[in-house]
């Protein structure tokens, strides 16, 4: 079952959400809190020539997307994205995810570039997660690190290493999520110890380790 519309354009993976959600992120195109009916998710090329403002006006008059479309860049291949959803009585939750390791690494260890607002695309974790719960934003915070959990939760059990150091990696340098909620539910408590941090944390995990395991 699923509760939202997938279309891959090419190397443009486009998510359609059933109504117009609340959205928490820090994507690169409409970051911040925000609202939309559509998230996308591109795939770029490492020698992309373009800036992002134009990249991704190519990209709304192309496919038609709309101004608030808040959109993520990836080298990882768009084609082999993961999508998992899990219902408990009225909560659902529904995850995409591409997954890429180019440039996986352990948090806290030393840095690699000096801070760009334009950085280079690499393989990187792309989350969508998307519920009918979480009306404000402090459930949504919440949601977004049971989510990076789950994340690194699949990335230890794969055994994937940083490229820098070969330590367990926590994730890539340039991994994104985006939060997708509509409110319907008046439900913000999300922790470990609640039915929809239970579900937030299944599809994630679920999604990332699927990506893994078909890159491994």
């Known amino acids: 079952m699923s509760r939202i519309k997938i279309v891959l354009h090419e190397k443009t993976l486009v998510v359609h959400l059933p109504g117009t959600f609340q959205v928490l ?6 970051p911040g809190q925000t609202e939309t ?16 403002s134009e990249i991704f006006h190519t990209l709304q008059e192309n ?26 009585r009225s909560q659902w939750v529904q995850v ?5 390791l180019d440039n996986a690494r352990t948090v806290g260890e030393e840095a690699d ?17 998307a519920t009918n719960a979480l009306p404000n934003l402090s459930g949504q915070l919440e949601a977004i690190q049971v989510a990076t959990m789950a994340k ?23 991994d994104c999520i985006v939060l997708a909620s509509s409110g319907e539910l008046k439900q913000d408590f999300c922790g470990m110890h609640t039915q929809i941090g239970e579900l937030i944390g299944q599809t994630v995990y679920r999604a990332v380790k699927e990506g893994i395991e078909r890159l491994l």
Request: aromatic share 6%; hydrophobic share 30%; proline share 5%.
């Open 37 to 52: 009916r559509c998230i996308f998710n591109h795939q770029l090329s490492r020698n992309r020539g373009k800036k992002f």
């Open 63 to 88: 496919l038609d997307l709309p101004k608030n479309a808040v959109g993520m860049l990836t080298a990882a291949e768009v084609e082999k994205y993961t999508t998992h959803y899990l219902q408990s």
């Open 25 to 30: 992120s820090w994507a690169p195109f409409n």
């Open 152 to 174: 690194t939760r699949a990335l230890m059990e794969m055994g994937v290493k940083s490229r820098k150091s070969g330590t367990p990696a926590t994730g890539t340098g340039t």
């Open 113 to 129: 570039v000096e801070n760009t607002c334009e950085p280079d695309p690499h393989g990187t974790i792309n989350i969508i997660l």
């Open 96 to 100: 995409v995810a591409t997954t890429g």
